[in-house]
């Protein structure tokens, strides 16, 4: 019976879920945590990483996982030819791993962030949605070692449980994904039409992606949850055959080759005013970066803080108040929060959040005079022990504090 990965990190849950598809589908689920030894690893056939929300999501779903060394041997097993599908949080770690779609040395070309919930200019909502969707395969679609006993008739219906599944990415990239047909299976309506809004596209997915794979067709990152409905079984037995066949073939990266991005200095627009925003409790999401860089030989302290930058007109002091909660929160000035290191402002290219901020105040607290807000994320770097300008480099080669594909980084300085 064929040796399958149930691959866990902290904060993963739906691994009950998945071995009792695995098992449906005929194969033995093993359990494997993220800091058991990797030699464990090297007699599976097959490696699943599991739903969830590792390490809660901080700096982003999937980055803090994507960066710990139980990947780099997954790497290695998958690049023989043995499957990884990656569900929902597991999709998230295996696009910022850089495995899929899969290029020349695993370099980061793609992004799953915020969802997005548009209509008619109103922002109906961010973050975490929970539905019931339908997805079929795309047109041309790669059959790989997930698709192997689907049909191109096949509309299956499953759920989603996700805050970050909008698949971004270049136009170019696109390109060679949808010639390769490694847009494996796109959100649709029940008959299969795909409809690029919602609720057919729940999270505003490019394309309406719901599933990429790698060209070699043996990693697969999805969205969706199929271990939570009998409906795609057929998914894990396609896997099941895949091994079984035994016909691995080396990966081959994909042509695309993404743009080297320099950083420009964050330059206040006049008459704009910025409100910086501090914990006064601890800061998780600081705390779990800080950890994930010193594993990886890096001495730094990280700090966090929210940027709001606000378009207004002059006389209503109101505005600030209403942006944070003073209970466990403080404001910070700017040369407060960029002192003794160095601070980066990242901000997403979309900004749902200002917008939907900037809706609330005007709807719900009759604020009229805002023109817009925006929202990014400082991030301080700091260290007692070396010379932070020395590792600077190292530490946004991470992707830790953003992703290119959906995010803009600015050096802050005052």
Not at 93 to 121: D, F, S
Not at 279 to 307: E, F
Not at 360 to 387: P, R
Request: glycine fraction near 6%.
């Amino acid at each position: 019976m064929k040796k399958i990965a149930i691959v866990q990190f902290p904060g993963s849950n739906c691994e009950r879920e998945t071995m009792l598809a695995v098992k449906r589908a005929g194969m033995q689920p093993i359990e494997f945590l993220w800091n058991e030894s990797h030699e464990k690893l090297q007699s599976m056939d097959g490696y699943i990483i599991v739903g969830g929300f590792s390490y809660e999501d901080r700096s982003r779903a999937g980055i803090i996982a994507a960066l710990d060394p139980v990947m780099h041997e997954i790497k290695k097993q998958s690049e023989i030819g043995k499957p990884v599908l990656g569900i929902c949080n597991g999709a998230q770690i295996l696009v910022e791993t850089g495995m899929v779609p899969g290029l020349e040395n695993n370099k980061l070309a793609m992004v799953l962030t915020e969802n997005k919930r548009i209509a008619q200019g109103k922002v109906l909502g961010t973050g975490y949605y929970n539905a019931w969707i339908y997805m079929c395969l795309a047109k041309d679609y790669q059959r790989n070692a997930f698709t192997r006993l689907l049909s191109p008739q096949t509309i299956l219906r499953l759920p989603i449980a996700h805050g970050e599944g909008r698949f971004v990415m270049s136009t170019a990239l696109w390109q060679e994904i949808e010639v390769q047909g490694l847009h494996v299976f796109q959100y649709c309506n029940q008959q299969g039409e795909i409809i690029d809004h919602f609720p057919v596209n729940p999270n505003g997915s490019w394309q309406n992606i719901a599933a990429i794979s790698n060209k070699a067709g043996n990693v697969m990152a999805m969205m969706p949850h199929p271990e939570r409905t009998t409906q795609a079984d057929v998914i894990f037995e396609s896997m099941r055959d895949y091994i079984e066949a035994g016909q691995y073939q080396s990966t081959v990266p994909l042509n695309y080759y993404p743009r080297r991005e320099t950083l420009s200095v964050y330059q206040k627009p006049a008459h704009h005013e910025e409100c910086i925003v501090e914990l006064m409790i601890t800061d998780n999401h600081a705390l779990t970066v800080q950890k994930a860089l010193r594993q990886l030989g890096i001495p730094v302290t990280v700090k966090r803080r929210v940027h709001w930058e606000i378009q207004k007109n002059k006389g209503n002091d109101k505005v600030q108040h209403l942006l944070y909660n003073d209970r466990k929160e403080r404001t910070l000035t700017p040369h407060e929060a960029t002192s003794s290191g160095l601070t980066y402002l990242v901000r997403p290219k979309e900004d749902c959040l200002g917008q939907q901020k900037c809706q609330t105040l005007q709807d719900h607290f009759a604020i009229s005079d805002i023109n817009a807000i925006k929202y990014g994320v400082l991030w301080h770097f700091s260290s007692e022990t070396a010379n932070i300008s020395d590792f600077i480099n190292q530490i946004l080669q991470t992707n830790i504090i953003y992703n290119a594909y959906a995010h803009d980084c600015y050096q802050y300085k005052i």
